[in-house]
């Protein structure tokens, strides 16, 4: 999976920052797809100067309804429509996602010509596709707000094929039953069990996109042993009353959460337009001092997982 970062500002954006919009490309060999988890004003610009075609998307999550992370959904939607693209899509958001989306469409005259799915979350399973799964968890924000868990499911381990060689189990049919898991029953009666032959299954990987937020209890599930944490940093550690105060969380509650939840990394983002490049890099200090695999998230940044 890759994550690209459209745009990384809190509230308004800026010269260099536009406001909040993280692309996840599934990378799939078999199941590709692109993913949107918020929807700022300019979306659809940012979008133009990367490589990814907004036809190509077939989820889009919204984890509030504050026009900083959701004013750019209706254009969005009608240029992909504009453009021809067939593709289902399905957004996810809280309640008033819907009724957001089917009156900005109503009121400016404007359509799909592609199937649109809208639907309205609460806290758990939000989607599983068979090869991953997306829970949401409620946030402290003045709104309703959610945060996503994405995680992939555990890959099978690899077939030990020699020792089934050695067996006399010619490779074929009865290598896939056992690369299943399945128990078989050889022509001369011997039974084999796969599980026996196979490694240790290997964990899918795991992320957490937070939307808006104070702390809470539920930012500990949320973001518990996951490979990449991405969670606001909208003030300093100086202003940490403050941010609270809305609805925010500081760099230091952020990195404290990333350290005690077990996280890989921290990418912090969402940051409030009074930062320059050498106030986002204090951030980016402060939250090192607390957890110091943390990185300061820029328009088109890029990370893979």
């Known amino acids: 999976m890759e994550l690209i970062f459209l745009g990384t500002s809190a509230g308004v954006p800026t010269r ?123 946030l402290n924000h003045p709104v309703e707000c959610y945060g996503y868990r994405i995680e992939e499911h555990d890959k099978a381990g690899a077939l030990d094929a020699q020792a089934l060689i050695a067996l006399g189990i010619t490779p074929g049919p009865l290598f896939q039953r056992l690369k299943s898991g399945e128990t078989v029953t050889l022509p001369d009666g011997r039974i084999v069990h796969g599980e026996d032959f196979l490694a240790p299954a290997i964990p899918g990987k795991k992320l957490a996109i937070f939307g808006d937020t104070a702390p809470c209890p539920a930012a500990l599930q949320l973001a518990q042993g996951v490979d990449i944490m991405v969670h606001e940093a909208t003030l300093e550690y100086a202003m940490e009353e403050k941010a609270n105060s809305r609805g925010h969380s500081s760099t230091h509650q952020a990195a404290q959460l990333a350290r005690d939840a077990g996280a890989g990394r921290l990418v912090i983002t969402h940051v409030s337009s009074r930062y320059d490049a050498e106030g986002s890099q204090h951030l980016l200090t402060e939250c090192r001092t607390i957890f110091a695999h943390t990185t300061l998230a820029k328009d088109f940044y890029t990370i893979t997982l």
């Open 16 to 138: 260099t920052r536009n406001v909040t919009a993280i692309l996840l490309n599934l990378q799939h060999p078999t199941q590709a797809g692109l993913w949107l988890f918020d929807c700022g004003e300019g979306t659809q610009h940012q979008l133009l100067r990367t490589s990814f075609n907004p036809g190509k998307l077939d989820r889009i999550f919204i984890t509030h309804l504050h026009g900083d992370h959701l004013f750019g959904l209706p254009g969005l939607l009608c240029s992909r429509s504009m453009a021809g693209n067939a593709q289902p899509l399905t957004i996810y958001g809280p309640k008033g996602i819907r009724e957001f989306v089917e009156t900005s469409l109503r009121l400016s005259g404007s359509w799909t010509d592609y199937p649109l799915t809208i639907e309205e979350v609460s806290e758990g399973l939000v989607v599983d596709d068979g090869l991953r799964r997306v829970t949401a968890f409620a």
